[in-house]
C-alpha cells in the first residue's frame, strides 16, 4: 500500500512569512495526525482529525497555526505568520482509527527553516 | 498524562555487538508502548509495540523489547547490531482509554561503528 505521502519536502521561508504544508494519508485511514519535531526532540501532536472533525488541537498554537481536512482525506497545516521558534520537521502521520492498538504510519515530514 | 523518559541521548555501539536502549514511562493509567526508528530525513517507522499479554514483544530487525510494570520500563534491545541500524529511537507511550495521545521521548541516537 501507498505509505503517507508528504509535500514539500523542504521549505525555507523568512520570520513573518507564511507557509502550508499538505498530507495525504493512506487510503481509508480515518485518522489523521500532525506532529511538530523541533531538531533533538520527539515529535509532539499539534492536531489530530477524526474524518473531517477535530479530536485534540490542545497544543496547536492557535494565534499562527491552523490545519483542516475538509473531506476527510488530504490535510493542510498552515502558519500565519512564522516565528523563527517554528523551524521544525512536521510530521503527518494516519492510522485506521484513533485508539492504541491501531499504530501510526508517518511520512517523511516537511523540513521547515525559518530565516 | 503520561510521560517518557529516554535516559541516554547517544550510544555508540560496536558492530556485532548487543546493544539496549533504556525507556521509563510515567502514567496514572494503563498505557500502551511503542518503540520507533527514524532515519536521517525519513519519517519514523514502527519497530515493536506492547498492548497486552506477554512482556516479551518482538519487532521488526531482529529487535526486541520488554515491559516491567513493576519497574514502567520497556527497554529495547538486540544481540547483534549492524551499520544499518544506525538511526534514532523513540520511545512512545499512549493511555489505554479514549482521549488519549502518543507522547514520544526525546530519542536514543544509535551510532553503530566498524
Known amino acids: 500500500e501507498a505509505g503517507v505521502a508528504q509535500s514539500p519536502r523542504y521549505k525555507i521561508i523568512e520570520k513573518r512569512q507564511s507557509v502550508a504544508f499538505w498530507c495525504n494519508p493512506i487510503?481509508?485511514?480515518?485518522?489523521l495526525y500532525w506532529y511538530q519535531q523541533i531538531l533533538g526532540q520527539g515529535p509532539k501532536l499539534l492536531i489530530q482529525?477524526?474524518?473531517?472533525?477535530?479530536?485534540?488541537d490542545s497544543q496547536l498554537p492557535k494565534d499562527r497555526f491552523s490545519a483542516e481536512r475538509l473531506k476527510g482525506v488530504d490535510s493542510t497545516l498552515k502558519i500565519q505568520p512564522a516565528k523563527l521558534e517554528d523551524s521544525a520537521v512536521y510530521l503527518c502521520?494516519?492510522?485506521?482509527?484513533?485508539?492504541?492498538?491501531?499504530?501510526?504510519?508517518f511520512g517523511d515530514g516537511t523540513r521547515l527553516s525559518i530565516l | 498524562a503520561q510521560s517518557v523518559t529516554q535516559l541516554d541521548s547517544q550510544v555508540p555501539v560496536f558492530e556485532e555487538a548487543p546493544v539496549e536502549l533504556r525507556c521509563n514511562y510515567s502514567?496514572?493509567?494503563?498505557?500502551?508502548l511503542f518503540w520507533y526508528v527514524q532515519y536521517p530525513n525519513q519519517g519514523l517507522q514502527l519497530l515493536l509495540k506492547?498492548?497486552?499479554?506477554?512482556?516479551l514483544v518482538k519487532g521488526i530487525n531482529g529487535f526486541e523489547a520488554e515491559f516491567n510494570k513493576s519497574q514502567t520500563s520497556f527497554h529495547l534491545r538486540k544481540p547483534s547490531v549492524h551499520i544499518s541500524d544506525t538511526a534514532e529511537y523513540f520511545c512512545?507511550?499512549?493511555?489505554?482509554?479514549?482521549?488519549?495521545?502518543?507522547?514520544f521521548g526525546t530519542g536514543t541516537q544509535l551510532k553503530v561503528e566498524l
Open positions: 512512545a507511550v499512549k493511555g489505554t482509554g479514549g482521549g488519549n495521545k502518543l507522547t
Open positions: 502521520a494516519s492510522s485506521p482509527g484513533p485508539t492504541g492498538v491501531q499504530p501510526q504510519h
Open positions: 506492547y498492548l497486552s499479554g506477554s512482556t
Open positions: 487510503s481509508g485511514h480515518a485518522t
Open positions: 482529525f477524526q474524518n473531517n472533525g477535530v479530536v485534540d
Open positions: 502514567s496514572s493509567v494503563s498505557v500502551y
